[in-house]
Structures are given as structure tokens and as C-alpha cells.
């Protein structure tokens, strides 16, 4: 089974690196290996939140988050966005922005790198929500109990995360981006509306994609509900939903196509700071964008794998560590603004709030198999609660 998820990625590897070294030679090679490391490090956490959502869609989609997906994740992203980027910011047109992130590597870093406080905002906001929906959510299992009850009790509140999200938005554009640095290091720049606006594009985004995927997901829930009950869903289905058998294929399809865009937004605001980090290891876009896309491609087979392994089922705070995480992603994006954070930083924070929640899932599942007086594999226990 390992094989068999992870075999494209390790196969895009090989051939990767040795692309890297034809073109660019050891040096190259190199750069785009550490690139990889470092797309992977940052972004383990995405690939748990993935997994949560990508359990819920049927094996096509899955198949698609794996194909389609990763190549919106590495050509749109990766090699796409950033020249986007650079052409809003700068005003330029696509043929000279592109011709920039060709030729003239040090003007296309400076142009991406002023762009940051608009990138960070943006991603900031759209995965601060993700973080306060899934936290003022009551739910069953809770991993810091301390905390998540209270703040459960909070979560009755219409709109409660909207609100703190516009309030972090607002603390963060009149005191961060008042006095963003110029990437030359001569002085600062007022770039508090555009962290403003860039931040609502982001709460925006997620309101609109969140929403839209949630809503199908709902009516998805409920037509298999009624079909559980009754036998047959011809009520719960909208007409032009079903296909042959009394099947929800048209119903399915909507909720797995928005939960897929609700991925690809998610894997595009975590790739924000792994594309900003690169610039810290080589300016030359082609480079960057192979090491990244090499690390994107085991993001997407470990969440596959993670899947298929019923892994967040038997290890059931993975889900907590990895939406703490998140958070605390969304608020060191935040404080980019201003202050430079290192990738180490944020990349052991995710490692290490993701390493607890395992640990306490372990320590549960101990405890629950003991309770059960050692009878039923760990897998029996953890489906039980």
C-alpha cells in the first residue's frame, strides 16, 4: 500500500532530481532536494486537514486531488502565482512579469517579497477562520478540554469567528502594516489598507467556498439520512440530482467539487510562506518551483495515505493538533507582516503541536483498551467512542 500511494511521488523524485542535476548541476540538485524538505516540514499539518476533508469524497475525487490537484498545487501555485503576484503588485503586464521572474531574479524576489504583507493577510485570514470554526465548535471528542469546552460554549454565538477574525484583521493593519519595511531596507511603508482589503478577500473567500461546500455537504447528509429511513431519498434530492438506482450522483458531485476548490484554497494559503521561505535558499523561480512541487506531491500522498489508513479514525486529537497548528499559522503570518518569522519556526511549531496530539491519541487509546480489559484491537476501541 505504501508503494502504491506514495509511488508517483517517489517516481517525480527521482526524475526531478535528476532534471535538477542535468539543468543546474550538484549545486541544483541540492537546492531543490532541501526545497522539498523544507515544502514537506511546513506543510505536514495541510496534509491532516486534508485528510479529514478528502475522507468524506468517493474515490474519484480522491483521484482527482491527487491529479488535477497537484498540478493546480505546483503550476498554479508554485509557478503560476507568484508571476501573478508580481504583475498586480508591480503593474506589470504578464509578458514582461513573466519575463522578469526569468531574467532579472532579483527584481522578481524584491517584487514577491513586497508583495508578502498582502499575501500574509490573505492566507492569514482564510486559515485564522478554519481554525475558529473547527475551535467554537462543540464537538464530542476533545483534545485540550480546559480550553475547547469554554470556548464551545462561545461557539453558540452566530458569526463569533467572523468577528475575531475582523478584529485580528484590523489589530494587524494598524500596527503591523503601518510600518511594513521596504525590501531594500531604507525605511518603511504604510500598507495598512492593502493588508485591510487583502484580508477581507481572504475572510471573503472562505465565507463563499466554505460555505458553498458545507451547504451541499448538508443536503448530502441529509438525502442519505432519509435514504437510511425511507428506502429512498425522492424527496430530500432536488430534481436533476439523481441517476439511476434513486442514487445522489448529481447531489455528490456538487458537494465533492466544492470541497475540492475548499482544498485548493487551503493548500494555496499554506503555500503562501513555503513560496516566501524559498527566497531564502535561491531567487531563480524555475528552481523553486520544482523543489516546492516535489514537496507538494508527498503532501498529497501522505493525505491519501492518511485516508486509507483510517489514521485520523485511530488517532483521534490528529485532527486537534493539526487545526492548532493552522492556528498558530494563520497568526505567525499575521506578525510576518512586519517582523520576519524563520521557516524553522513555523515548521517545528506544526511538528510539535502535531506530535502531541499523537501522543495523546496513543496515551487514549492505552487507556481506553485497558478500560476495555485488553479485549478488541486499538482499532476497535477508537471506533467505538
Known amino acids: 500500500m505504501l508503494l502504491k500511494t506514495f509511488g508517483w511521488s517517489f517516481a517525480i523524485t527521482a526524475a526531478g532530481l535528476a532534471l ?134 462561545l461557539g453558540k454565538l452566530d458569526t463569533l469567528s467572523v468577528v475575531v477574525s475582523l478584529v485580528v484583521l484590523i489589530i494587524a493593519a494598524t500596527t503591523f502594516a503601518t510600518a511594513v519595511p521596504v525590501h531594500d531596507g531604507e525605511g518603511t511603508i504604510d500598507k495598512a489598507t492593502t493588508v485591510l482589503l487583502a484580508g477581507i478577500g481572504g475572510l471573503v473567500t472562505y465565507l463563499i467556498v466554505g460555505g458553498i461546500s458545507g451547504f451541499f455537504e448538508d443536503r448530502l447528509e441529509e438525502a442519505e439520512d432519509d435514504e437510511d429511513e425511507d428506502g429512498a431519498v425522492e424527496d430530500a434530492v432536488p430534481a436533476g440530482a439523481k441517476k439511476g438506482g434513486g442514487s445522489v450522483v448529481g447531489l455528490a458531485g456538487k458537494a465533492a ?11 494555496a494559503s499554506f503555500s503562501f510562506d513555503g513560496v516566501i521561505g524559498a527566497f531564502a535558499i535561491t531567487n531563480d523561480i524555475f528552481v523553486m518551483a520544482l523543489g516546492l512541487g516535489i514537496g507538494a506531491m508527498y503532501i498529497r500522498s501522505l493525505t491519501v495515505f492518511l485516508v486509507r489508513k483510517g489514521t485520523l479514525d485511530d488517532y483521534v486529537y490528529l485532527e486537534h493538533g493539526a487545526h492548532y497548528a493552522i492556528g498558530a499559522l494563520a497568526v505567525i503570518l499575521m506578525i510576518s507582516i512586519k517582523y520576519e518569522i524563520p521557516e524553522v519556526v513555523t515548521g517545528l511549531i506544526g511538528v510539535a503541536l502535531i506530535g502531541l496530539s499523537f501522543f495523546s491519541s496513543v496515551l487514549r487509546n492505552r487507556k481506553e483498551a485497558e478500560s476495555a480489559g485488553g479485549s478488541g484491537s486499538k482499532a476497535e476501541v477508537t471506533s467505538g467512542v
Do not use: C
Not at 509557478?79 to 514582461?96: H, Q, W
Not at 485570514?125 to 480546559?146: P, Q
Not at 467539487?257 to 493548500?267: G, K, N, Q
Open 20 to 153: 535538477a542535476g542535468v539543468l543546474w548541476g550538484w549545486q541544483g540538485l541540492a537546492i531543490v532536494a532541501i526545497l522539498s524538505v523544507l515544502e514537506i516540514s511546513l506543510s505536514f499539518d495541510n496534509a491532516v486537514i486534508n485528510a479529514g476533508i478528502l475522507r468524506k469524497m468517493n474515490p474519484f475525487w480522491q483521484k482527482m486531488f491527487l491529479t488535477v490537484g497537484i498540478l493546480i498545487a505546483v503550476f498554479g501555485m508554485r509557478l503560476v502565482f507568484p508571476v501573478v503576484i508580481v504583475a498586480i503588485t508591480a503593474k506589470l503586464g504578464p509578458i514582461e512579469a513573466v519575463r522578469v521572474a526569468i531574467q532579472d531574479h532579483d527584481r522578481y524576489e524584491a517584487l514577491v517579497t513586497s508583495a508578502h504583507p498582502a499575501i500574509a493577510a490573505f492566507g492569514g485570514m482564510f486559515l485564522l477562520m478554519i481554525f475558529l470554526d473547527f475551535i467554537f465548535e462543540d464537538r464530542d471528542i476533545k483534545w485540550l478540554a480546559w480550553l475547547e469546552k469554554p470556548l464551545a460554549k
Open 257 to 267: 467539487f466544492f470541497m475540492f476548490l475548499y482544498l485548493e484554497v487551503i493548500d
